[in-house]
């Protein structure tokens, strides 16, 4: 599976916008881009996820560079309970396999 | 609908003891996987079960085995407990065919290897 790349750590305040960045340069063009969270003491969630176009849902928003190389998830408004470890996944869906790979994941704190 | 639950939540072992957990997916989803999560290593795949058959295996020795029921309920067996071992299991069962590979993990269960 390709790499991806995540800050180790990242603020934000309550209420205000988060960009959590991912760089995956080595990205293969049947790659989907996944984005998962995890709670402090519980398993990780699914977030969010695409190929090449922007997507958003209730949860967040996913902007997908151009070029496939990088992305970012977008919280809207950050509460305290958006306080995780955020993963940023590339799943090949063709290769049939439902493997997830994860990374260290860029831990956000909110800041009340 | 009942999410994914694992039991036992909680479990201590001596080292070269043997452990099973259990995993019951969402009804109606085939393929569960599992995943060990640890302070140094974080989560790794363990292996992925679907229609009873192990489809993915990670990069773990031969002690840590599963299986799969007809019923999609999933064990894994560890045997030969090592310190090593201690950690959070994780489940994640996953509709098959549902094209974005959602995966919906359990709260784990905590074994600690004495």
């Known amino acids: 599976d390709a790499k991806t790349t995540q800050p180790n750590s990242m603020e934000s305040n309550e209420e205000e916008p988060v960009h959590l960045p991912c760089n995956h340069s080595t990205i293969s063009g049947t790659d989907y881009i996944h984005w998962y969270r995890q709670l402090p003491s519980q398993g990780p969630e699914y977030v969010i996820h695409g190929l090449t176009s922007n997507v958003n849902n209730r949860m967040a928003s996913l902007a997908i560079a151009e070029d496939r190389k990088s992305s970012t998830l977008i919280l809207h408004r950050a509460t305290l309970r958006d306080a995780a470890v955020y993963y940023c996944?590339?799943?090949?869906?063709?290769?049939?396999?439902?493997?997830?790979?994860f990374g260290k994941g860029t831990k956000l704190s909110v800041i009340p | 609908k009942a999410g994914v639950t694992q039991t036992p939540r909680y479990l201590i072992k001596t080292r070269g003891q043997q452990v099973t957990l259990s995993c019951s997916p969402i009804s109606g989803h085939r393929s569960v996987s599992w995943y060990q999560q640890t302070p140094g290593q974080g989560l790794q795949f363990l292996f992925e079960y679907f229609s009873e058959t192990q489809r993915n295996k990670g990069n773990f020795p031969g002690r840590f085995s599963g299986r799969q029921f007809s019923n999609s309920r999933s064990e894994m067996n560890v045997s030969t407990l090592e310190l090593g071992d201690s950690a959070l299991y994780l489940c994640?069962?996953?509709?098959?065919?549902?094209?974005?590979?959602?995966?919906?993990f359990g709260p784990g269960t905590r074994l600690t290897v004495l």
């Open positions: 994640a069962s996953s509709l098959v065919g549902s094209g974005n590979n959602e995966q919906f």
């Open positions: 996944i590339l799943i090949n869906l063709g290769a049939g396999s439902y493997q997830l790979t």
